[in-house]
C-alpha cells in the first residue's frame, strides 16, 4: 500500500493495524509531509524496527518525472508518469517571490472544449489522492523545499486545479488530495490559496464550496449560449442561466474572495465590444473578477488569439464597468506549458511513432495492426 495520499484517520488505521500508537501517525504524518521522505531509513524518530516493517509493507511512491523542461520565462513543466505507466503533466508558474503549481485531476478529459489542447486527448481515468497530491510533492523536490516553509518565504505557495481533466468529475478524490494539502502539521496550504477551476458542472458546484471551501474559478469564455456552447460543449448540459445561478449560490463568495472568470481571447469569437457588454449584463451582482486570456495556439488549433489592441479595448471596457479584468501575460509557451496546452507529450510522440510504422506496412499488416488495437482499418489516414 501507498500511504501517500491516505487521510490521518487512514494512516492512524494502518498503524494501529501494525500494533503502534496514534502518535506514530502523527510522527509518520511529518514525515511525509512536512520533511518530505522518500524512504522509510530517514524517519530517525521512528525505530529501526518499525522502520523496516512499514519498508516491508508499504510504499512512498511519487509519480515519476519522466521529463522536466524549464521555459525561457522560468516556467517548470513535468511529465508524471504514474504505476500503470499513464501519464499526465503539472506546471509551476512562478512569480517574483512565489508561484503556483498546477496540478492535473485526470488522465486526458472528456470536455472536448474546442479551444483547449488537452480535450484532444481522450479521457483515460480519473487520477488518484496519491497521484494528484505527488504532483505537489514532486515540485517540491525538484525546488528542493523541504521542510515545508512558511507561507513568507516559499516558492510553491499556491495549488490550482487547472492542469488536465475536469476536477468536478473526480470530486472525492480532489476533496481527499484538497484535506492533505491543507493539514497545518504537514504541506500546510491554506485553503485561501488553492483555487479550483471548472468548465461548469453545474451540480457539483455548491458542493465545492461546502465541502472545500476554495477559492473558485470558472472557464466561461463567451457571453452568450449559442457561443458557449459552439467551443464548450458542456454548456449544452448546464447552459449559462444555470451556471450563473450556481455560482450567485457559491459558499464564502463575496467581494473579498471573488470567483475567477477565465475568458480566452479568441479572434472574431468572443472579442468583439459586443461581447464585452454581454459580460457585463451576465455578470452584474456577481463577485468575480476577470483573467483575460490570450489564446495560446497548438498544432491543429482552430482558432487565432485576438489581437492585443483587440485585447485591451476588451479589458477597458469591462474595467469601465467596474470589473476587474486583468490581462494574463502567456507563461510557458515555448514548452507547451501555457493555458489550455497540457497534453501527454509522450502521447503525441507515440501517436507520431505509430503512424510512421503504420505507413511502412502493406495493406495485409496494416489491417491486422489496426484490428490488434481495436481500431477500424487506417487506409485513409
Request: proline residues 5%; neutral net charge; hydrophobic residues 40%.
Given at each position: ?150 507561507d513568507e518565504t516559499r516558492l510553491l505557495s499556491n495549488v ?26 504537514g504541506l500546510a496550504l491554506s485553503r485561501r490559496r488553492i ?44 447552459p449559462l442561466d444555470a451556471l450563473m445561478a450556481a455560482l ?134
Amino acid at each position: 500500500m501507498n500511504l501517500i495520499g491516505l487521510t490521518r484517520a487512514e494512516l492512524a488505521t494502518v498503524l494501529a493495524d501494525m500494533g503502534e500508537k496514534p502518535f506514530r501517525a502523527k510522527q509518520l504524518w511529518h514525515w511525509i509531509y512536512f520533511r518530505g521522505a522518500t524512504d522509510f531509513a530517514q524517519m530517525s524518530t521512528l525505530s529501526k524496527d518499525l522502520r523496516a516493517r512499514l519498508a516491508d509493507r508499504h510504499s512512498l511512491e511519487r509519480p515519476a518525472a519522466s521529463r522536466e523542461q524549464t521555459s525561457d520565462d522560468g516556467t517548470r513543466k513535468w511529465l508524471l508518469r504514474f504505476s500503470d505507466n499513464r501519464e499526465a503533466e503539472a506546471v509551476h508558474i512562478p512569480e517574483d517571490d512565489h508561484g503556483a503549481v498546477c496540478v492535473s485531476s485526470q488522465v486526458g478529459c472528456t470536455l472536448t472544449c474546442r479551444f483547449c489542447h488537452t480535450g484532444t486527448q481522450m479521457l483515460v481515468r480519473n487520477l488518484t489522492p496519491a497521484e494528484i497530491v505527488g504532483q505537489f510533492l514532486v515540485a517540491r523536490d525538484s525546488y528542493g523545499e523541504w521542510p515545508t516553509p512558511t507561507d513568507e518565504t516559499r516558492l510553491l505557495s499556491n495549488v490550482v486545479f487547472m492542469g488536465m481533466g475536469e476536477p468536478l468529475f473526480n470530486f472525492d478524490n480532489v476533496a481527499k488530495a484538497v484535506s492533505i494539502l491543507v493539514d497545518g502539521e504537514g504541506l500546510a496550504l491554506s485553503r485561501r490559496r488553492i483555487t479550483l477551476s471548472t468548465a461548469g458542472v453545474v451540480p457539483m458546484i455548491e458542493r465545492c464550496g461546502r465541502e472545500m471551501g476554495v477559492n473558485l474559478a470558472v472557464s466561461l469564455h463567451a457571453a452568450t449560449d449559442a457561443v458557449r456552447s459552439e467551443i464548450m460543449p458542456i454548456n449544452k448540459k448546464y447552459p449559462l442561466d444555470a451556471l450563473m445561478a450556481a455560482l450567485r449560490a457559491y459558499p464564502g463568495a463575496s467581494n473579498a474572495r471573488r470567483i475567477t472568470l477565465e475568458y480566452v481571447m479568441l479572434k472574431g469569437v468572443n472579442d468583439s465590444p459586443a461581447d464585452a457588454r454581454a459580460l457585463i449584463e451576465l455578470v452584474r451582482g456577481l463577485p468575480c473578477k476577470f483573467n483575460l486570456i490570450p489564446f495560446n495556439a497548438w498544432p491543429g488549433a482552430p482558432y487565432e488569439s485576438s489581437s492585443m489592441r483587440t485585447i485591451e479595448r476588451f479589458a477597458d471596457l469591462l474595467a469601465d464597468a467596474g470589473l476587474t479584468a486583468p490581462i494574463r501575460l502567456p507563461r510557458g509557451r515555448d514548452i507547451l506549458a501555457a493555458c489550455g496546452q497540457l497534453k501527454s507529450a509522450s502521447e503525441r510522440e507515440r501517436l507520431q511513432g505509430y503512424r510512421a510504422r503504420l505507413a511502412a506496412m502493406t495493406p495485409a499488416e496494416r489491417a491486422a495492426a489496426e484490428a490488434a488495437h481495436g481500431r477500424a482499418p487506417a487506409a485513409a489516414d
